[in-house]
């Protein structure tokens, strides 16, 4: 088996495993309600950080709007929920269908917005996307959309005219923000998760993951050799932001009013944050980096008071030196290889190899 298969087999292996149990605890109640009000949360940020990691990680740009193309998915899924919330059933379907439309129509401005935006490069490819989801979020907080009995009715800055005020049924309303029929449960979170997770896994050892890769290690070698870099720049870029859209849609449907305030820049580093900290290209550093983070100031350090967000600063500092600065690259090697793990390492071989020579007699 391929060293790499082995990895993405271990990564989806394990967190298939982690978000079942943990989905089980809960509803079993083993859990308390604090703990599992943060799964759902937190296999949504998993879901975002991973997507980011394919830009910033494989294709090896930095792009400051993630939050822009969830605020796409987030605000057109729940807004189709509301729509056929009476049509279509069972709800499930509708939620399916829901999370598609989200996660295609982010694709689709994935690619308006990548045609022109991915002949930058660097700080300014940056400083253009933080822009798109800075537009995105302004455009959201002005949107209007009403029904009645003749149809819908749309405006922007201001509510809609001409509304039939008997059968009137205000869908997004501006500032105020839209409320979605919270359909989103743990168990939704994690069959996308994985979804999304499968797709990155078989797109990255592909032959366009591997042009990818070949564009972030050296962009003038890529072309030199005859890869489409735009092409293949525009195609991760796109499905980075439908992943980001699906996990918009879920976001939508699981808190009681959506407002676009939501979107700032701030979720945007937020979620640079967990992908840097991971390790950039890597899905499992992704998804683990998430997990503590994002459970951390709230399981252990909401207790600090006042020192929580200097606490975790400084978590933040430790980690990036341990995952990325030389000396803490050197210490986590010389661990590895220390007398102790070797041993440990070699006690796990006997046993395996032990078994094996029984399974064969």
């Not at 003749?150 to 509304?163: A, D, R």
Request: net charge positive; charged share 15%.
């Amino acid at each position: 088996m391929r060293k790499t298969t082995k990895n993405n087999l271990i990564t989806f292996g394990g967190t298939t495993v982690l978000a079942v149990v943990m989905a089980v605890l809960s509803a079993a109640g083993a859990l308390n309600s604090k703990t599992s009000g943060l799964l759902i949360p937190m296999g949504i940020y998993i879901i975002l950080a991973i997507s980011l990691n394919l830009t910033v990680g494989i294709l090896g740009e930095l792009s400051l709007g993630h939050a822009g193309f969830m605020c796409i998915g987030a605000y057109v899924s729940g807004a189709f929920s509301l729509v056929f919330q009476n049509t279509i059933s069972p709800v499930w379907l509708r939620f399916s269908l829901a999370i598609i439309f989200g996660a295609v129509m982010a694709a689709v401005f994935g690619i308006l917005i990548g045609i022109p935006v991915l002949r930058l490069r660097g700080d300014y490819l940056a400083i253009v996307t933080l822009g798109f989801g800075e537009i995105m979020k302004s455009i959201a907080n002005n949107i209007y959309l009403t029904e009645d009995k003749n149809g819908l009715h749309f405006g922007f800055t201001n509510p809609p005219s001409g509304i039939d005020s008997e059968t009137k049924r205000e869908l997004l309303k501006g500032p105020i923000g839209m409320a979605a029929p919270q359909d989103t449960t743990i168990w939704a979170v994690i069959a996308v998760l994985l979804i999304c997770l499968a797709i990155l896994m078989m797109f990255i050892d592909s032959r366009s993951g591997r042009a990818c890769m070949a564009v972030r290690d050296n962009y003038i070698a890529a072309q030199s050799v005859g890869i489409n870099v735009t092409k293949y720049r525009l195609m991760a870029f796109t499905l980075s932001a439908a992943i980001a859209g699906a996990a918009g849609a879920l976001y939508s449907h699981s808190i009681s009013l959506l407002a676009a305030k939501k979107f700032d820049y701030n979720l945007s580093i937020l979620i640079l944050v967990f992908v840097v900290l991971g390790g950039l290209g890597s899905l499992r550093g992704s998804i683990i980096a998430t997990i503590i983070l994002y459970a951390l100031p709230e399981l252990f350090l909401r207790e600090a008071g006042n020192l929580r967000m200097l606490l975790y600063a400084i978590i933040l500092i430790v980690m990036m030196l341990w995952t990325n600065a030389p000396f803490g690259i050197r210490l986590r090697e010389r661990i590895l290889n220390s007398g102790f793990v070797m041993k440990l390492k070699a006690k796990f071989n006997r046993k395996k190899a032990g078994a094996g020579g029984a399974e064969n007699e």
